[in-house]
Each structure stands twice: as C-alpha cells, then as structure tokens.
C-alpha cells in the first residue's frame, strides 16, 4: 500500500467534524455515594491536617454526619419514585438506580452507622497512661510488642484511619449492588475490598493474629478478584459489551447490531459458561458461601470485634445485591444453567455451616459459620427466580445485618484480661453475672435460630417461602434441617450462659459508653419488630423487588 493511501486512510478515519459527547452524570440520583465519598476524602483530609487531638472527634461527627445524610438522600429518591415508576439506568449506563439498589443502599448505610458507634467506643479498656482507647492499634505501622508500638500506646496515639477506610468501604459497597456494568462492578468490588483488608490489620490486642487475619484475607481476596476479572474479560468476548443490558440480549438471542470484529467470537457458549462461573465465584466468595468460605472464619475471629461485625452485615447485603442483579438482569435466559449449581451451593452452605458450627469453641468462629450458613439460607431465596424471591431476600438481608452488629457488638463487652474473652468456656455463667447482656445476647441468638417473633424467623420464612413456590421444596426441606442443627449451637451458649456456674475468675463485662449501648440497642429493636410486625417491612422490600432493565 502506498503512501497516499495510508495518508487517506487517515483522512477519512480522522474525521475532524465529530466530536467527543460530554458525559452526562445525574449527580442528584448518585447523590448517597457522592456524599459518602466527599466525606471520605475530607476524613484524609483530617488525618493530615487537624492536630492529633482533635482528630478523633471530627472524623467521628463528619462520619456520622455523612452517614446519616447518604441515608436522608437515599430515602428521599425512593420517595421521588426512583425505586418504582422512575426507576432507571443512570451514569451512561454505569449504575441503575432502582428499588433494590435504593434498598439495599439504605440498608448499608443504617449498618454502616450502627458500625460506626461500634468503631468509636472508647471506654471498654482501662485507660492506658492517662488517654482513653479503642479497638484499634495505637499505631497501625508498628511492629507488634516493639519499642515503637510502646511509644505509641504511651504518648496515646489512636487509629483515627479507620473512619475514612470505613467511609471508603462504605462507598465501594453502594455501587456495588447498583452496578450496571461488569466494570462498575469490579471496581466497586476493589473499592470496598481494599479497605477491608486494611482494618481487619487493626486490632489493639492480639496484633500478630490480627495481622494474620488480614493477610489470609487479602491474599484469597486478590485470588477472588484475579477469578472475578477473568470471568469479565470471558463475558465480554461473548457479548462484545461489559452492559448487562447488551450481555443478557446476546443471552436471548434478541441483539440487533454485531460489531463485526466480534461477530466470530459473539455468542460463543463456552466463553459464557466459564465467564460466567468465575464472575459468580468471585461473588460467592464475598458471600462466604461454600467452597469459598475458607477466610470467614480465620478473618472473623482474627480482625478487631467492631470491624467484623460492620464486615458481616455490610459485605453480605452487597454481595448479595450484585449476585441478584447479575442473576436476574444479565442471565434470566440462562436459568436452566445457573440454578442446579446454586441448589449444590446452597445445599452445602447451609448444612456445612450448620454441621461446623457445632464443634467450636470461640464464640466469633461460631458466628462466624453461622453466617455462612445464613448464606446458604439467602441463597434459597436467590434460587426461587421471582420477584418473591428477591423481596425476601432483601428482607432477609435488612433483619440479619442488624442482628451481626448487635451480636458483635455484644462480644465486644465481655472482657478478661487479654482483652475480649471469646472462649465459650470464659461464657458459662454470664447470665448470673450480667443478666441484662446475657439476656441481649440470647435475643440475638434465638433471632439467628429463627424462633418466631424475632426478625430471623420472618426472614426465614420469606425466603423458605419463595423458594418453595419457586419449585425448590426439597431445598426447603433441607434448608429447615439446617435451621434445626444450627438451633442446637445457639441454644447450648443460652444454657451456658443462664445454667452454669460462673466461675470466680470468669470475665468481667465492661460497661460501655452510649455509643456501643445505641448500637446494640438498634439491633434488639430490629430484631424484636420486624420478628413481631414484619409486615410493613415486607411490603416495602416486595415495592423495591423490580430490577430496572
């Protein structure tokens, strides 16, 4: 080819009349995330320029602030109609803004506040050298039991990082489950995972297992995500888009235009089998469903008490978010594939969780598989392939994650020594002790159970439900086999707390400031009325069940 023709081949590709179209952003309708964001930054912005003293204390009120605000914002849209007749895909397709998304990103925030109050306890330790302290390390880049760490903790340094990486992890999480494209949805994924990995490096006692935890967590993490992005990249050779919009039409066969570079890959059903497997797997992961459950309880014991349960509530309503949305907007035509691995993945969470369960012996490995088998009860809900199926799950994800943040926030008052006493043996006895605490923590477990008149009998009873008229009875059967297992180990700590002897060197249970008793109050209160009156509850996550398309 000559020269000429190369030079025109530029011409005309170069036209010089076409110009790039300006983004069109509705700032107002991604308003929650902007908020939780803007905060964050000026949350670094404290760490680097407000006097140490004083840090503590702004990032606490401009956290709570920006928290309960995202929150107003949320609830405002849905009462613009954008959860129901203006529902709609916002950010040039990025984020679709909806009744699950507005939901589940109400729910994230109320979690994300209770955390918070859990975050900003300061008065469960004894005062070390005159200052007040936290859960978290008193300086995060010192080495466990060195001389630096000693200074630290007696000049009276606290972690005040933690808020704006709460913040962050917050704002990752919002656009997680809102996310309309798979590349939104990575992003968002590394957005509220990085974080993550950061705080549960944290805590004040036990820095080296603490650190361990964190480091089991960020290396399966980055498999999970190294997994997730190759599923992407397998998706878009087979649809020629990351839009869940174009994947699921190429999925029915109703596309129009084929870009004909692509047409020979285009449609390919292998690459949307395994692309679609990994992205799953990695969303699984999130979930701590089995076989991907291999960090939960490793992290949930190792990482500082506030930060699991902020970790257990929120990662699970996000996760579960984006796995329905992907599930019933991208592959609705692939149903027939995707269902019989969620029965397997179900069946195995919950009766796995359930059986494990039974043989622990510290109390924050314990919650930590009965969440995973919570995760195998949403999933049932997931499977059930109907707009009662996602009303019951979002139910299900409001009523547990206040029931995860009370309960830790619980553990984190029973204290020996060392620091928070989670050995079930240091329990025996503690309704003697504390009734009050005792009887707390016997709500939350008989809500996890699923007794009725408690929040985790509502939810159970939605998804179980659901999936039944989703012709999954046999899951059901199993599922409330699991239920009866898993009832076993919540009881047995009842009756060790109110039918044993307290031994004479047992914990104490420290009295915590108003912040950790709001906390745990929020979470007695959720669970005592969506258990009593659900209704209400159930009605407003049926409103929000339809997934903008």
């Known amino acids: 080819m000559n020269a000429t023709a190369v030079h025109s081949l530029w011409t005309t590709v170069a036209d010089p009349i076409s110009k790039i ?68 895909i916002a950010a040039m397709g990025a984020i679709a803004v909806d009744g699950p998304s507005l939901f589940l990103q109400g729910t994230i925030l109320l979690a994300g506040l209770v955390g918070l109050f859990t975050f900003a306890e300061r008065r469960l330790d004894p005062e070390a050298h005159g200052n ?55 992003v968002a994924l590394e957005v509220f995972s990085l974080p993550l990995y950061l705080m549960c490096a944290l805590a ?7 650190q361990e935890a964190a480091v089991k967590y960020f290396l399966l993490g980055a498999f999970a995500s190294a997994f997730t992005l190759f599923g992407i990249a397998l998706l878009y050779g087979y649809a020629g888009s990351v839009s869940y919009a174009t994947i699921a039409q190429v999925v029915d066969g109703t596309v129009t235009n084929v870009d004909p570079a692509l047409a020979n890959t285009m449609g390919n059903d292998s690459l949307l089998l395994i692309g679609t497997a990994m992205v799953v797997m990695g969303l699984l992961f999130k979930v701590g469903a089995i076989p991907f459950h291999m960090w939960t309880p490793d992290v949930y014991q190792g990482a500082p008490t506030p930060v699991t349960g902020f970790m257990a509530a929120a990662t699970k309503v996000a996760a579960f978010g984006a796995l329905l949305r992907l599930l019933y907007v991208v592959l609705p035509g692939m149903r027939w594939d995707w269902r019989p691995v969620m029965w397997a993945v179900a069946i195995i969470t919950m009766l796995g969780g359930a059986i494990v369960a039974i043989t622990q012996t510290d109390i924050k490995r314990l919650l930590a598989y009965s969440s995973i088998a919570h995760a195998g009860f949403i999933l049932a809900g997931v499977i059930a392939t109907s707009k009662d199926g996602v009303s019951s799950v979002l139910f299900y994800l409001a009523a547990y994650s206040f029931v995860t943040i009370g309960a830790f926030a619980v553990v984190t008052l029973v204290r020996d020594a060392g620091g928070e006493a989670t050995h079930l043996s240091k329990w025996a006895g503690l309704g003697r002790r504390s009734p009050l605490v005792a009887a707390v923590f016997a709500v939350f477990l008989l809500a996890f159970a699923g007794i009725p008149l408690t929040s985790g009998f509502a939810g159970k009873f939605a998804v179980f439900k659901a999936a039944a008229e989703g012709g999954a009875v046999p899951l059901v059967v199993i599922g ?3 239920s009866a297992i898993a009832a076993f180990f ?10 044993s002897e307290p031994k004479p060197e047992g914990p104490t249970v420290a009295v915590p ?14 669970t005592v009325v969506l258990g009593v009156a659900p209704q209400y509850f159930l009605n407003l996550a049926s409103q929000a069940s339809v997934f903008v398309r």
Do not use: C, W
């Open 490 to 499: 919540y009881i047995r700590v009842i009756v060790l707390m109110f039918f």
């Open 204 to 210: 004040r006692r036990k820095r080296l297992m603490s």
């Open 132 to 186: 007040r302290v936290d859960s978290f390390a008193a300086q995060a880049a010192s080495v466990p039991g060195s001389d630096s760490e000693k200074a630290a903790v007696k000049a009276g340094f606290t972690t005040t990082e933690v808020f704006p990486l709460l913040l962050f992890a917050v704002a990752g999480m919002l656009v997680f489950p809102s996310a309309n494209d798979l590349l939104t949805l990575f």
């Open 480 to 482: 409330v086999i699991s």
């Open 513 to 526: 400031s108003p912040l950790t008793m709001a906390a745990i109050g929020v979470g007695v209160a959720v």
């Open 21 to 88: 179209d300006a983004p069109k952003i509705e700032y107002g309708q991604l308003s929650p995330t902007l908020i939780v964001v803007g905060a964050a930054v000026i949350g670094v912005l404290i760490e680097a320029f407000v006097p140490r003293k004083s840090r503590y204390y702004a990032q606490v009120f401009v956290s709570a602030v920006a928290l309960a605000a995202a929150f107003a914002a949320v609830v405002a849209l849905a009462a613009d109609g954008y959860g129901t007749t203006k529902a709609h």
